[in-house]
């Protein structure tokens, strides 16, 4: 059962090519960290990434209310316990960041623009945008050092994908990777 996230820009979450709405932020936070981490984390970890700067309580009724509303739409997919939260093994989830990542790689690796230009075309903008847990200090930690790291690897990419077709007299693929970098930095200064 494919599980299919867009975590750059505004997240969209498809479960067997229909598209999910998650009403909740903490729900979307913690769909992002789990499909990101790829392994399940004790609900201990996760209350404390999510829950706040609430009681404990508060913290567990956070948790417990962003676990329900996944639970109903994309229910098939968890593997949920009292101690434990992931993805079912069974469950394949697929994700633009992760094929962004795989695309640099393959780039990196093969000196291959072709990947760079697929890589900075998944990019469509701050890494879950929009979204934000102010009462959350851990999880706005880890979502800034993430939205950071993307942010700098797409303008190292389209930069390097500047710099390639210049070399190669490319201009076209040139002024894309330009258009693309200028387009992304003005919508993430706004």
């Not at 500047?162 to 919508?187: F, T, V």
Request: net charge negative; glycine share 6%; hydrophobic share 45%.
């Amino acid at each position: 059962m494919p599980l299919e996230l867009q975590l750059f820009g505004v997240p969209e979450l498809r479960l067997d090519g229909r598209r999910i709405q998650l009403t909740r932020k903490s729900s979307w936070a913690m769909l992002a960290y789990l499909a990101l981490s790829g392994v399940p984390h004790a609900r201990e970890v996760l209350t404390g990434l999510f829950g706040g700067n609430g009681t404990e309580d508060q913290a567990r009724r956070r948790i417990s209310n962003a676990l329900a509303e996944m639970r109903h739409e994309i229910g098939p997919c968890l593997l949920t316990s009292w101690s434990v939260v992931g993805f079912r093994p069974e469950v394949t989830c697929v994700s633009d960041v992760q094929r962004f990542e795989m695309y640099l790689r393959q780039a990196r690796e093969q000196d291959d623009a072709t990947a760079l230009r697929a890589a900075a075309d998944l990019y469509r903008g701050e890494f879950l945008a929009g979204l934000s847990l102010k009462c959350s200090p851990d999880f706005e930690m880890w979502l800034l050092l993430q939205r950071e790291s993307y942010h700098a690897q797409f303008v190292v990419a389209a930069e390097e994908l500047i710099a390639s077709a210049g070399r190669r007299s490319a201009w076209i693929d040139g002024e894309w990777a330009a258009r693309r970098l200028l387009e992304l930095e003005l919508k993430e200064q706004d």
